[in-house]
């Protein structure tokens, strides 16, 4: 990352690292994430990137310009993570787990399935209920009861009607090691996400903890969060 751009960092009872960023723009984080990753050999400690970013859109590797509905002044950048586009902004907490899969003995799915459940028991600390959506990865709230209750019963002919998305994900793998990661939205600007279909989804309704009446700052929110995903990431204790 530019070398003017001096992070915080602490270490993990596990190990590993986490390195405070501050606001970054989102290109020289995907080029210092691709660059870690390809130096690092089989005893690099893994690595936890909290950022922010400057507000900018950004393209998975499937990702299709027609979910771009008018970007305006807001840059649109293609990244090589999976999923279609989000946006990324001031007042949402970004994370990138720079871990080695490996030493986890995990699989791809396996890894997501830790990154929700990180996020979720992070709502929960806050008291919102977060849930998955089947096929659709990132983590949801229920809006018409967003504290109290999760996914409504029964069959769903729309299975996004009355929710709201506040947590999106998008991850890559390369030589068993992963980069990009995870964002939650906290307390943001939201109009940008109008101007997209936010992951693909036409009409999805995109919202942050401010909305939901719970009122925190990043800080506090990224705590809980870097917390848990160490927790769920940290590689089995050896004899």
Not at 61 to 88: F, M
Not at 174 to 181: A, I
Not at 225 to 239: D, G
Request: with cysteine; charged share 15%.
């Amino acid at each position: 990352m530019n070398h003017r751009t001096v992070p915080v960092a602490s270490a993990l009872s596990g190990g590993a690292f986490v390195r405070a960023w501050g606001l970054v723009p989102y290109d020289e984080t995907f080029a210092a994430m691709q660059a870690f990753t390809a130096a690092r050999g089989p005893d690099t400690p893994d690595e936890f990137w909290w950022v922010a970013h400057p507000p900018v859109f950004t393209q998975g590797v499937a990702g299709k310009a027609e979910h771009v509905l008018g970007a305006g002044d807001i840059p649109v950048v293609q990244s090589n993570r999976g999923g279609q586009v989000t946006y990324h902004g001031p007042g949402q907490v970004v994370v990138y787990p720079l871990v080695d899969l490996r030493r986890l003995g995990i699989y791809v799915k396996e890894y997501v399935f830790r990154l929700e459940a990180a996020v979720i028991q992070t709502l929960e600390r806050f008291g919102v209920i977060g849930f998955r959506v089947e096929s659709a990865p990132g983590i949801y709230v229920n809006l018409a009861d967003p504290l109290n209750a999760g996914l409504p019963a029964g069959p769903r002919q729309d299975p996004f009607a009355g929710l709201g998305k506040i947590s999106a994900l998008g991850i890559k793998v390369s030589n068993h090691c992963t980069y990009h990661g995870v964002s939650l939205n906290v307390a943001m600007d939201l109009e940008p996400f109008h101007r997209i279909n936010p992951c693909g989804y036409a009409g999805l309704a995109t919202v942050d903890l401010a909305t939901l009446g719970v009122h925190v700052t990043p800080e506090a929110v990224a705590a809980v969060l870097i917390e848990r995903l160490a927790a769920h990431l940290s590689p089995p204790a050896t004899a």
